[in-house]
């Protein structure tokens, strides 16, 4: 195994996630070396604690109310579309998110935007549990159904096969 240095070893990473990123597999048909290797670098280096960003804002475009989502939608749209790309790197936002944005604000959805809370998860989690209950409700509901459509079934053919008896015999002869 040959020693890279960790400034070697940071470069790569930094190919990898940086503004201009390549895949793992293209880097490793660029420099030679093995794509596990660079992986493991890529991997090692997200458990370390992070750096001090350059961006303008410390936090993470997820992270950001929905007014400071509509606000930065409305900075954007000030910003000319080529320089866009270097805005959002610079705020640290992809483009995709912004997309997603813009669309939320023109449908009025910014309440949307919001992440959920303790109460939007607790409701979820029992309107999941109602779900199953009734689902299971349901299931042994259909095999009732299911039980009954085939005894019924049963007996029409019981009946076709032996008739009924009452209409075989002669009510004088059962003296």
């Given at each position: 195994m040959i020693p890279y240095s960790q400034q070697f070893r940071n470069r790569m990473v930094q190919k990898l996630v940086g503004a201009h990123a390549i895949s793992a597999t293209a880097l490793s048909a660029e420099v030679g070396i093995?794509?596990?290797?660079?992986?493991?670098?890529?991997?090692?280096?997200?458990?370390?604690?992070?750096?001090?960003?350059?961006?303008?804002?410390?936090?993470?475009?997820?992270?950001?109310?929905?007014?400071?989502?509509?606000?930065?939608?409305l900075e954007s749209a000030a910003v000319p579309s080529a320089e866009l790309g270097a805005f959002l790197r610079r705020k640290g936002v992809l483009e995709a998110q912004l997309d997603e944005w813009r669309k939320q604000v023109t449908d009025g959805a910014v309440a949307s935007m919001r992440p959920p809370t303790r109460g939007d998860r607790e409701a979820a989690a029992a309107d999941?549990?109602?779900?199953?209950?009734?689902?299971?409700?349901?299931?042994?509901?259909?095999?009732?159904?299911?039980?009954t459509a085939a005894?019924?079934?049963?007996?029409?053919?019981?009946?076709?096969?032996?008739?009924?008896?009452?209409?075989?015999?002669?009510?004088?002869?059962?003296?």
């Open positions: 093995s794509q596990g290797t660079l992986s493991r670098w890529l991997k090692q280096a997200a458990t370390l604690p992070p750096k001090m960003s350059s961006a303008d804002d410390d936090t993470k475009a997820h992270d950001w109310s929905p007014e400071e989502k509509v606000a930065f939608v999941t549990k109602k779900i199953r209950q009734l689902e299971r409700e349901l299931l042994r509901k259909d095999k009732a159904l299911a039980e005894l019924l079934v049963l007996k029409k053919k019981a009946q076709a096969i032996w008739g009924d008896e009452d209409d075989d015999t002669d009510p004088k002869s059962d003296k």
